[in-house]
């Protein structure tokens, strides 16, 4: 069979249709990115190992860490105490938070609060707080029930 002369490459037809294999592709191509846009796509590339799930986790953090005092007068003190909740998954999360006051082997509950954060949102809580402070150092920390997390600061005593 000779080559036709409407054909450069010496194909039958006449080298049309050879478009049609890429054109196939990338519309197969096209619809799998469709899929994997939906709730059903997701969650077959999660189980296939294609796609992994979002990081959930808390983050607890003093507002401004610039303004936590470093030093207590001695005696009786009050200082405003103020942390943020940072929720980094997709629900809604419930935090029970406390505040307590810890001098060498003494440890003092002065606040606890609730507090509901809805998925990828923060939340600023506000405490002002009253204690002792008698000769060298204070930790002032905050925790949360659960996840269990904390964060702390250390204060001296006198003036």
């Keep these: 069979m000779r080559p036709r002369p409407d054909d450069p490459g010496g194909r039958p037809g006449g080298g049309r249709g050879w478009w049609r294999a890429p054109a196939s592709v ?13 709730g059903a796509g997701r969650l077959v590339m999660r189980e296939t190992g ?8 808390t983050a607890l953090s003093f ?11 001695p005696g009786h003190f009050s200082a405003d105490i103020r942390f943020t909740l940072a929720n980094a998954s997709a629900a809604t999360s419930h935090y029970q938070w406390a505040i307590r006051l810890v001098a060498g082997p003494r440890v003092t509950l002065i606040a ?5 954060v809805a998925g990828g ?10 204690g002792s402070c008698r000769g060298g150092g204070l930790k002032v920390v905050v925790s949360l029930a659960a996840p269990a997390e904390s964060i702390d600061y250390v204060a001296s005593c006198g003036g």
Aim: aromatic letters at 2%; proline letters at 6%.
């Design 121 to 130: 949102a923060e939340l600023e809580e506000a405490k002002t707080v009253s």
């Design 63 to 73: 507002t401004d860490p610039e303004a936590l005092r470093a030093r207590l007068p």
């Design 50 to 57: 294609l796609r992994q799930s979002a990081p959930s986790y």
């Design 112 to 116: 606890t609060g609730q507090a509901t």
């Design 26 to 38: 990338a519309a197969a191509i096209t619809a799998a990115l469709a899929l994997a846009q939906t």
